[in-house]
DNA sequence: GTCTATACCGTGATAGAC
DNA sequence: GTCTATCACGGTATAGAC
């Protein structure tokens, strides 16, 4: 289809290449020998550039997570220093949370759109969600969490992580762009439309996290 | 470790193996040859009871999606029931569509365990969802959304479903016990805790829909 | 240094003989 | 039901071209 292949490198199409084949297919689904051809490259060029085919998974992941988590940093200060002596909103810091995602779809490359299925495969994966997570994106969620805290003072911190888990599954389902919600509705709502899921996604897991986490009389 | 294979008749424990490695690992993830290992048989027993690969996988998926789907049809039905002429509430929907999940895990079979981290690979999977989700789950969100309808007469039609579409996320990353929430809390709170991920998550989502769902002034 | 052609060797799914 | 042979395909190393 499309045909300018000849304004990237040779080692972008194949980060590219490789972006879109993982998410769709996961780090199984997909062989070296698919990723070169849909680069148009040689099959053994990867292996040149990466390294063997775990290390080129690292590479196509960390690419984006760098800047992803780059940007959420300094989102989510900016908003800190907006909100003053003020406490931030708990929209507020969740819309900083999401805002990063927002802005990369929008970009309209769509590498980016790729990369948040990816993101969402890494997320629900037993096995790489442990692997991938920790170097980069926990760190953002440990000061995510720190800001919740400011904004819900009483909460007991377990149900503040649960909220935050709860808030990772819809996010991670949104970023996966299975399908389903067109299917469900037919047609009415889309998967690829992430400005209505982050709009609906903050009201609705602010709430939530208002419910979970008022202070309460008894729990055993 | 566990010796007693012998209370389970060959097939089964094809299917049991197959659903712990597919879990884990994703289709692609896993091979025939570690399914029969797992299930100590012989390689070709597998192809001999399920047919190709494709086929064995759509046998582990179907065999609990049919308990699963009737249980949560049952309970969603009896919650109606004793609700009388009364309006359910959102809690008690929500809570009869996640019962049927919270049942199978209590029943300590190590088995519905292993298939809740299979269902969440499916739900999230943008290529197996669409291929496994419309034959059993599809007909009972139907079921469940129009209940939804009802709590909730004023409510956007697409605002249900985008609300259901969280809710469905959230559901996801639980079956999918990662550990992440393990990691992040030093241990403090658990993937494998189904009951505390359960109890907190209906008044979280219950809350998301009220939020989202109640009535507006404008929306363009 | 960047890239290609090719070869190696293990492993996989599966069919057919037993 | 089981054992085994087949044959394609996968990851990767190597040799050398540009």
């Given at each position: ?71 959420r ?20 810091i969740i819309?900083a949370f999401l ?45 995510f ?76």
């Open positions: 289809m499309a045909k300018e292949k000849e304004s990237e490198s040779k080692s972008e199409r194949i980060l590219n290449a490789a972006e879109e084949l993982f998410a769709r297919h996961g780090y199984d689904g997909v062989t070296m020998r698919q990723i070169a051809s849909r680069a148009e490259v040689d099959v053994a060029l990867a292996n040149y550039h990466f390294g063997k085919k775990e290390e080129l998974f690292h590479a196509v992941f960390n690419r984006r997570a760098e800047i992803l988590s780059a940007t940093r300094k989102v989510l200060m900016e908003s800190q220093k907006q909100a003053g002596k003020g406490k931030q909103s708990l929209e507020q819309e805002l990063p995602l927002k802005i990369a779809q929008e970009s309209q490359e769509p590498g980016w759109r790729n990369y948040m299925a990816l993101l969402a495969y890494v997320l629900t994966s037993p096995v790489w969600n442990e692997v991938l997570m920790p170097t980069v994106f926990d760190k953002r969620v440990e000061e969490i720190d800001a919740l805290k400011s904004a819900l003072p009483d909460a007991r911190e377990e149900d503040i992580h649960w909220c935050y888990h709860y808030v990772s599954g819809a996010l991670a389902l949104t970023l996966a762009q299975t399908g389903r919600i067109d299917r469900l509705t037919g047609g009415q709502c889309k998967s690829t439309d992430f400005d209505t899921a982050y709009n609906l996604m903050i009201p609705f897991v602010a709430a939530g996290f208002r419910e979970v986490c008022k202070p309460k009389k008894k729990r055993k």
